[in-house]
């Protein structure tokens, strides 16, 4: 998947002005509020925090705190698992069958 | 927040610390100690003279303590204070941990220069995990120094569950990259409060570590 990220390697799901996009499978299955919870420093890169700390990429790691983010993945999950019910339900409609 | 000294001195130089909220933090040179009245995990000390001040943080067994040499008015130092704990490092390792029981054993060992060294093994199956128990609180700390190699690029992960081969509850990680000499890892972990486990994800190769240390 593509997510965006900014001069910090804070992470984003959509494109605007001071970030770029990267290709990356790291946070495939997770919500936007999840994604963009997190710091992304791709591997070659290295993040310096501004105590001058140094994190080579890459690296992966919440950028604050994640109480809402897992609130969000977890409706994230149930909302998927409805549609892939719905779904599955249809199928079985069309095929006149039941499980 | 500003702390003065009571019937010192006109303010002479300003340090200011970021601590691990929570703690008490003093600030002392000689028989002077100022005390920050709150713990909310930033304070400026107000210092009434020259010379070698201490600043030092201090919650539950945890302490840190750094020397702040002020020799001139006016002069303005921030300080960051951080707990160390050594989970591993060239002693052993910290009695508290021990192999998580996933499968591929953690074990100590020592290597071709008699160093003591952590490895993390592949396990030979998958669903056969590699990582430390109990979880570690990370509440109190800013980042997890890795140092280590691994047999291929791997990851090394701090988990908000146990860890499993999915990488359900892999909260935050660095790659340990491919070699045969150890290299330095930082794992950013100051937004995670809480207990997690340390290991590496499911793999191929096995992962030598040299030294685990929270600061």
Known sequence: MTIYVDSDYKCYVSMADGRRAIETNEFDGKCPEWIESFRFVPAGETWVESNGVMFHGEMIAPWKDLSDAYAAQAAYVTAQNKQYEAALTAIENALEVTT | ????????????????????????????????????????????????????????????????????????????????????????????????????GGGATVTVTTDSSGIKILTFPHGGGYDRMAYLKPAVDLTDYKTLKISGFATADRKFAVWKTVPDSG?????????????????????????????????????????????????
């Open chain 2, 1 to 100: 927040m500003i702390y003065v000294l009571s019937g010192e001195a006109a303010p002479y130089a300003v340090i200011g610390v970021t601590y691990p909220s929570g703690s008490t933090v003093t600030c002392t040179n000689g028989s002077k100690t100022l005390k920050a009245k709150d713990t909310s995990g930033k304070a400026l000390f107000v210092i009434p003279s020259a010379g070698t001040w201490t600043v030092k943080a201090v919650k539950g067994s945890k302490s840190k303590s750094k020397a702040v040499s002020i020799t001139a008015e006016g002069q303005v130092v921030t300080v960051t204070l951080a707990y160390e704990y050594v989970i591993f490092n060239s002693g052993g390792l910290n009695s508290a941990y021990s192999d998580g």
């Open chain 2, 167 to 215: 990488n359900a509850g892999m909260t935050a990680s660095v790659v340990i990259r491919r070699g045969t000499s150890k290299s330095s890892y930082t794992i950013d972990v100051s937004n995670l409060t809480g207990n997690y486990y340390l290991g590496t994800q499911y793999g191929t190769g096995d992962t030598t570590i040299y030294e685990l240390v929270l600061e």
